[in-house]
């Protein structure tokens, strides 16, 4: 499988492009914001000659939903996600206002909902949806046993894991359900944030702050 990570907004919110030998593909958070992240996501996906299967969102938090309308538009894929995270989508333009802008297009619907091991494929690939509430109630992380990694989104980072004082966040929760259901795996998983670099599930066990 191969792993193309953008980053992308003012937040800045990695975007990963999954695909494989087939050329069918994956887009995980498209965050772009901006017209020409909008164009630099559209140009790789096209020059690649690039099927796109399957957008996927780790959560709905304003940062990781801003390309869905672009994705839609551009691609005929509507993202899918938990419905737990659904109401975020509503108070999206409230959002962005809170920070000191608008959005340029309105959130679409979702076009899926997804659950704690749902199975997503695309060519020869699959991913699983692992649930992990704490940041947000419908956090999904996105578990490729195949090629030895994981898309954590906000759940967990190199050294860190993510906030949960927003709407619908759990701290406890968060740790707890970060060690029964991601520290289970194998340490050498490596994992893909929603930003930041990527870690592995070893190292995070061993350093990260949160869990000592």
Same mark, same amino acid.
């Given at each position: 499988m191969k792993i193309k990570r953008f980053e992308f907004n003012m937040f800045p919110v990695n975007c990963y492009v999954?695909?494989?030998? +087939?050329? /069918? $593909?994956?887009?995980?958070?498209?965050?772009?914001?901006?017209?020409?992240?909008?164009?630099?996501?559209?140009?790789?996906?096209?020059?690649?000659?690039?099927?796109?299967?399957?957008?996927?969102?780790?959560?709905?938090?304003?940062?990781?939903?801003f390309g869905n309308p672009f994705m839609l538009k551009e691609f005929g894929v509507q993202a899918e996600a938990n419905q737990e995270d659904e109401y975020w989508l509503e108070s999206a333009p409230k959002q962005s206002r809170m920070f000191g802008f608008q959005l340029k297009e309105e959130p679409?619907?979702?076009?899926?909902?997804?659950?704690?091991?749902?199975?997503?494929?695309?060519?020869?690939? +699959?991913? /699983? $949806?692992?649930h992990v509430p704490g940041h947000s109630p419908g956090s999904l992380v996105?578990?490729?046993?195949?090629?030895?990694?994981?898309?954590?989104?906000?759940?967990?980072?190199q050294g860190s894991i993510g906030r949960a004082d927003l709407a619908g966040g759990n701290f406890d929760?968060?740790?707890?359900?970060?060690?029964s259901r991601l520290f289970v795996l194998p340490n050498?998983?490596?994992?893909?944030?929603?930003?930041?670099?990527?870690?592995?599930?070893?190292?995070?066990?061993?350093?990260?702050?949160?869990?000592?």
């Open positions: 999954l695909s494989d030998e +087939t050329q /069918e $593909a994956v887009v995980i958070d498209p965050g772009c914001f901006y017209d020409e992240e909008k164009q630099t996501l559209k140009n790789y996906i096209v020059t690649n000659n690039l099927t796109v299967k399957h957008l996927l969102n780790t959560h709905l938090h304003l940062d990781h939903i679409v619907p979702l076009g899926k909902y997804l659950h704690d091991g749902d199975q997503i494929t695309f060519g020869h690939t +699959t991913l /699983e $949806a692992i996105y578990y490729c046993k195949q090629a030895g990694c994981l898309f954590s989104g906000d759940v967990l980072f929760e968060l740790k707890e359900n970060i060690c050498e998983t490596i994992v893909y944030p929603g930003h930041g670099a990527p870690t592995t599930i070893g190292i995070e066990k061993a350093e990260n702050p949160f869990f000592r």
